[in-house]
């Protein structure tokens, strides 16, 4: 699995020259017709040129004292760990599984929803205040392909992970399990050490109550499905005994979700008590976190509604969930599974191809109505609760502040699964005769022009993983050639060859930015690094001082409107492999205002667009609802154009 590694080339410092021109390239349509804007821009690029070179010799010479990476302390650190706001929606993702066609003793809602009832499309959450026999169930099934998993990295027995250009990075495999982000001042960090990547123990949530459960022996060995079952099965016996006496300790579970110095605080006084600081490392020291929640979608299948109690819980926001944790699973109480992310060790698509794999290996194994299992009955369960007593009032002031926060943060959020079910990748190949990322990269731009009347500044992910370390690099997917796309897809006038041939125009620009972002030769890292050379590099022993003129140079380059504008993505968007048992992948839109994050999956029949943005108001007319019917649209546009250009009739899959 590692034996590649030192193979792996050195993410690499792109020539100056050739970011700043990338760079002037890019924002040509972000500045749209402002032409003494971009006068300005490439005024202010050209002063930058002449003095930054000094900069790219520090971030060079930066480099040659890094371990890995010149861009990983600093990823960690801007892009993570000193965000402050809530991890819940706005940096955490969250995943949906399929349902299990096999799932029985299922909740029933208290009223069924009628024709008209505004839920009655995307579902509703409802609170049973009870646990079932199939959730436990479902909950071990998936904790051991988990450690399947798990264990395959460990032994290093999965295989090397490889494109066209060669073997991948494999070390974020390696940042999952074990691993917490820990709340600090103004900056968090990371634990992850050898102690817990050889823990034995996960952590289980129910009612905000928070137990560590052994799955391995004192030897080392696995315990079997039986002897779990019984543990969750105590547990949740235990906790529903303790809610009817009122004997539940305080929610800190929610400031894990909250504003992250409100939980630094909250976590220093804790760490000042014993018992709880003993808590707090019991969590820390875990594998992983798996949340057993009363609440259940329905109708069943309504994914929109599933995926809100996955992102949020569904009635109570930001509680029974431990934001901290690098994997966390969540089941309702009729089974449903989900999962939640935090961000900072790892990028979405490697927890993605293990949950992928979990939900895969766990299908087949049909979890019939439960019958006896002489393992569970002769097991003995030991349940450990982790306590947080003597709560200080400071901290319960804390934590009410936090259910606050996190319900107005769940009451401003829209989010849905946009399942596009007309075609697929196959089609978008053989018919379009496209990328099928790019196509869909055009057809979520073109949406957003129309709904809002302006070109969206775009961020799409590229893997660096050719490089050791690498993590990501901005795709600016906003470009000359798909702005002319999206004016030709606008314009009365224009034929259906004329939009085809934009199309085809602006889905090569794609694959060429893609290609140079994944390669290591994108704009936004350099910049980044270029920034941190100015503001945080000691200059070089050899290197003439920056006047007052040179570092007005650098500061109004860095200052710019337009570099702003050009970084203000208002479409967030990243794809994923073909996922079949995923049924929805979401994240928070990095803008408010008229923004959306959208993680989508081009499989060979269907697209699936997880999309999340604020509601109308808080988004100053952001229209989740208004996205959707545009981008059906738009896909079905484009099915036509596409197949009249290449004379394709339509239903004829005999050239597809």
Same mark, same amino acid.
Request: overall charge negative; some cysteine; aromatic content about 10%.
């Given at each position: 699995?590692?034996?590649?590694?030192?193979?792996?080339?050195?993410?690499?410092?792109?020539?100056?020259?050739?970011?700043?021109?990338?760079?002037?390239?890019?924002?040509?349509?972000?500045?749209?017709?402002?032409?003494?804007?971009?006068?300005?821009?490439?005024?202010?690029?050209?002063?930058?040129?002449?003095?930054?070179?000094?900069?790219?010799?520090?971030?060079?010479?930066?480099?040659?004292?890094?371990?890995?990476?010149?861009?990983?302390?600093?990823?960690?650190?801007?892009?993570?760990?000193?965000?402050?706001?809530?991890?819940?929606?706005?940096?955490?993702?969250?995943?949906?599984?399929?349902?299990?066609?096999?799932?029985?003793?299922?909740?029933?809602?208290?009223?069924?929803?009628?024709?008209?009832?505004?839920?009655?499309?995307?579902?509703?959450?409802?609170?049973?205040?009870?646990?079932?026999?199939?959730?436990?169930?479902?909950?071990?099934?998936?904790?051991?392909?988990?450690?399947?998993?798990?264990?395959?990295?460990?032994?290093g027995r999965l295989p090397i992970d490889r494109t066209r250009a060669g073997p991948l990075c494999m070390h974020q495999y390696h940042c999952m399990f074990g691993m917490t982000r820990i709340p600090r001042m103004g900056c968090d960090e990371l634990r992850q050490d050898?102690?817990?990547?050889?823990?034995?123990?996960?952590?289980?949530?129910?009612?905000?109550?928070?137990?560590?459960?052994?799955?391995?022996?004192?030897?080392?060995?696995?315990?079997?499905?039986?002897?779990?079952?019984?543990?969750?099965?105590?547990?949740?016996?235990?906790?529903?005994?303790?809610?009817?006496?009122?004997?539940?300790?305080?929610?800190?579970?929610?400031?894990?979700?909250?504003?992250?110095?409100?939980?630094?605080?909250?976590?220093?006084?804790?760490?000042?008590?014993?018992?709880?600081?003993?808590?707090?490392?019991?969590?820390?020291?875990?594998?992983?976190?798996?949340?057993?929640?009363?609440?259940?979608?329905?109708?069943?299948?309504?994914?929109?509604?599933?995926?809100?109690?996955?992102?949020?819980?569904?009635?109570?926001?930001?509680?029974?969930?431990?934001?901290?944790?690098?994997?966390?699973?969540?089941?309702?109480?009729?089974?449903?599974?989900?999962?939640?992310?935090?961000?900072?060790?790892?990028?979405?698509?490697?927890?993605?191809?293990?949950?992928?794999?979990?939900?895969?290996?766990?299908?087949?194994?049909?979890?019939?109505?439960?019958?006896?299992?002489?393992?569970?009955?002769?097991?003995?369960?030991?349940?450990?609760?982790?306590?947080?007593?003597?709560?200080?009032?400071?901290?319960?002031?804390?934590?009410?502040?936090?259910?606050?926060?996190?319900?107005?943060?769940?009451?401003?959020?829209?989010?849905?699964?946009?399942?596009?079910?007309?075609?697929?990748?196959?089609?978008?190949?053989?018919?379009?005769?496209?990328?099928?990322?790019?196509?869909?990269?055009?057809?979520?731009?073109?949406?957003?022009?129309?709904?809002?009347?302006?070109?969206?500044?775009?961020?799409?992910?590229?893997?660096?993983?050719?490089?050791?370390?690498?993590?990501?690099?901005?795709?600016?997917?906003?470009?000359?050639?798909?702005?002319?796309?999206?004016? +030709?897809?606008?314009?009365?006038?224009?034929?259906?060859?004329?939009?085809?041939?934009?199309?085809?125009?602006?889905?090569?620009?794609?694959?060429?930015?893609?290609?140079?972002?994944?390669?290591?030769?994108?704009?936004?890292?350099?910049?980044?690094?270029?920034?941190?050379?100015?503001?945080?590099?000691?200059?070089?022993?050899?290197?003439?001082?920056?006047?007052?003129?040179?570092?007005?140079?650098?500061?109004?380059?860095?200052?710019?409107?337009?570099?702003?504008?050009? +970084?203000?993505?208002?479409?967030?968007?990243?794809?994923?492999?073909?996922?079949?048992?995923?049924?929805?992948? $979401?994240?928070?839109?990095?803008?408010?205002?008229? $923004?959306?994050?959208?993680?989508?999956?081009?499989?060979?029949?269907?697209?699936?667009?997880?999309?999340?943005?604020?509601?109308?108001?808080?988004?100053?007319g952001t229209d989740v609802d208004r996205f959707e019917a545009t981008l059906r649209q738009i896909l079905a546009e484009l099915k036509v154009i596409c197949e009249q250009s290449n004379e394709i009739s339509a239903?004829?899959?005999?050239?597809?």
């Open positions: 699995m590692m034996s590649e590694q030192d193979k792996l080339p050195r993410l690499p410092i792109p020539p100056l020259r050739q970011t700043i021109s990338k760079y002037l390239e890019s924002i040509v349509p972000v500045a749209n017709d402002d032409i003494a804007a971009l006068a300005e821009t490439n005024r202010r690029a050209s002063h930058f040129l002449k003095v930054a070179e000094r900069l790219q010799h520090r971030l060079t010479e930066y480099e040659k004292t890094q371990p890995y990476s010149w861009l990983e302390k600093w990823w960690f650190e801007l892009a993570y760990l000193s965000w402050r706001e809530s991890l819940c929606i706005n940096s955490n993702y969250w995943i949906a599984f399929a349902d299990d066609p096999n799932a029985y003793g299922l909740a029933k809602a208290p009223e069924q929803l009628q024709p008209g009832h505004p839920d009655i499309h995307e579902g509703k959450v409802w609170d049973s205040g009870e646990y079932s026999e199939f959730q436990v169930r479902r909950a071990v099934k998936f904790i051991q392909k988990t450690l399947d998993y798990k264990e395959l990295i460990a032994d050898a102690s817990t990547l050889a823990s034995r123990t996960i952590t289980v949530i129910a009612d905000d109550q928070i137990y560590s459960v052994d799955v391995y022996d004192s030897a080392g060995h696995r315990r079997p499905d039986g002897e779990l079952e019984a543990e969750l099965r105590a547990i949740v016996a235990d906790v529903t005994e303790r809610r009817a006496l009122g004997d539940l300790d305080p929610a800190v579970t929610v400031l894990t979700a909250g504003h992250r110095d409100r939980w630094s605080v909250a976590c220093e006084q804790l760490e000042k008590q014993p018992a709880n600081h003993a808590t707090l490392m019991a969590i820390q020291h875990s594998l992983l976190a798996v949340s057993l929640d009363t609440t259940f979608s329905d109708p069943p299948g309504s994914i929109t509604a599933h995926q809100r109690n996955m992102k949020c819980h569904g009635t109570q926001p930001g509680h029974n969930r431990w934001y901290d944790k690098c994997v966390s699973y969540v089941f309702d109480r009729n089974g449903t599974a989900g999962y939640l992310g935090e961000h900072s060790p790892c990028d979405a698509l490697i927890p993605a191809f293990m949950i992928e794999y979990v939900a895969k290996n766990a299908a087949p194994e049909n979890i019939g109505i439960y019958s006896h299992n002489p393992t569970s009955s002769t097991h003995h369960a030991h349940v450990r609760r982790l306590r947080f007593t003597d709560v200080g009032l400071s901290v319960l002031q804390l934590i009410k502040e936090a259910e606050k926060e996190v319900e107005q943060t769940a009451k401003d959020s829209d989010s849905r699964q946009i399942r596009f079910e007309n075609y697929g990748s196959d089609w978008i190949k053989r018919a379009a005769k496209v990328g099928p990322d790019a196509f869909a990269q055009l057809a979520m731009q073109l949406a957003y022009y129309r709904i809002h009347g302006t070109f969206a500044s775009v961020y799409e992910t590229a893997s660096t993983r050719q490089f050791l370390h690498g993590r990501t690099e901005t795709v600016r997917s906003l470009s000359v050639e798909s702005a002319d796309f999206m004016r +030709t897809m606008s314009d009365p006038a224009s034929s259906s060859r004329d939009k085809y041939e934009a199309l085809v125009r602006a889905a090569n620009k794609h694959q060429i930015l893609l290609r140079d972002a994944s390669s290591g030769n994108g704009v936004d890292r350099h910049l980044l690094g270029l920034r941190m050379a100015y503001h945080r590099l000691q200059p070089l022993p050899s290197e003439a001082p920056f006047s007052d003129a040179e570092k007005t140079a650098i500061e109004d380059f860095f200052s710019d409107p337009i570099l702003a504008k050009s +970084t203000t993505f208002q479409l967030s968007t990243s794809g994923l492999f073909p996922a079949y048992y995923l049924s929805h992948t $979401g994240f928070g839109c990095v803008v408010a205002e008229r $923004g959306y994050g959208i993680n989508y999956i081009i499989e060979p029949k269907r697209i699936k667009f997880g999309t999340e943005g604020k509601t109308f108001k808080v988004g100053n239903g004829d899959s005999s050239r597809l």
